[in-house]
């Protein structure tokens, strides 16, 4: 029932590299940015990513995002058990005239 | 520092009404467009509402159109967010969130985020 179609979880060992993805339309990943957030248990969204790849200050290089067409992937390097959280891909969608979020993705570090 | 403290939620009988408010502070409020969204126990996020930095345009979720409105005051740095007729499915930590570009945005990132007010409807 979501826009946005993520995997509900995904995992890896440390060091391994890990994708999420995030499929859309045209009227949302197709004709805008996707932003993508981290959230930890209990606390406030993080901005992990903006403008399809983006990295705010302070996010490591690890973390790296990209899109093509109408879906988008976040990538997550050198995976470290800190990374465990849950994550969620954003984007406009015009014909909504609203932010519509995916499902979210629960990453687990084996 | 940026800060934004939502306050405001609580316990309320479905039908019922609340107003929620987020005070705004190290930012320049009157040049960002903000944000609310919210997120059921156990359930992902949810967009609810945005409205330009000077409040000439809003836009309202499909779930919050007709019942929730969104609101802001520069002079006093706070956003609102009016809820009538709450119903149980509107339980959820609401949070608001500040646009990362000034003035007009592009793609609508949130930048910064308060730490949520929770809001309940029960009977």
């Known amino acids: 029932q979501f826009v946005l179609t993520q995997p509900p979880s995904a995992s890896g060992t440390p060091g391994q590299r890990v994708t999420i993805s995030c499929s859309g339309s045209r009227p949302n990943i197709g004709s805008n940015t996707v932003n993508w957030y981290q959230q930890f248990p209990g606390t406030a969204p993080k901005l992990l990513i903006y403008?399809?790849?983006q990295r705010p200050s302070g996010v490591p290089d690890r973390f790296s995002g990209s899109k093509s067409g109408t879906s988008a992937s976040l990538a997550i390097s050198g995976l470290q058990s800190e990374d465990e959280a849950d994550y969620y891909c954003a984007v406009w969608d015009g014909s909504l005239n609203g932010v519509v979020f995916g499902g979210g993705t629960k990453l687990t570090v084996l | 520092q940026v800060q934004l403290v939502e306050s405001g939620g609580g316990v309320v009988q479905p039908g019922g009404s609340l107003r929620l408010s987020c005070a705004a502070s190290?930012?320049?409020?009157?040049?960002?467009?903000m944000h609310w969204v919210r997120q059921a126990p156990g359930k992902g996020l949810e967009w609810v509402a945005f409205?330009?930095?000077?409040?000439?345009?809003?836009y309202h979720a499909d779930s919050a159109k007709g019942r929730f409105t969104i609101s802001r005051d520069n002079s006093k740095n706070t956003l609102y967010l009016q809820m009538n007729s709450l119903r149980p499915e509107d339980t959820a930590v609401y949070y608001c969130?500040?646009?990362?570009?000034?003035?007009?945005?592009?793609?609508?990132?949130?930048?910064?985020w308060g730490q949520g007010t929770l809001v309940t409807v029960s009977s």
């Open positions: 403008s399809n790849y």
């Open positions: 969130a500040k646009d990362l570009y000034d003035y007009d945005s592009s793609g609508y990132p949130f930048d910064y």
């Open positions: 409205i330009r930095y000077d409040g000439s345009n809003k």
């Open positions: 190290g930012f320049s409020f009157r040049s960002s467009g």
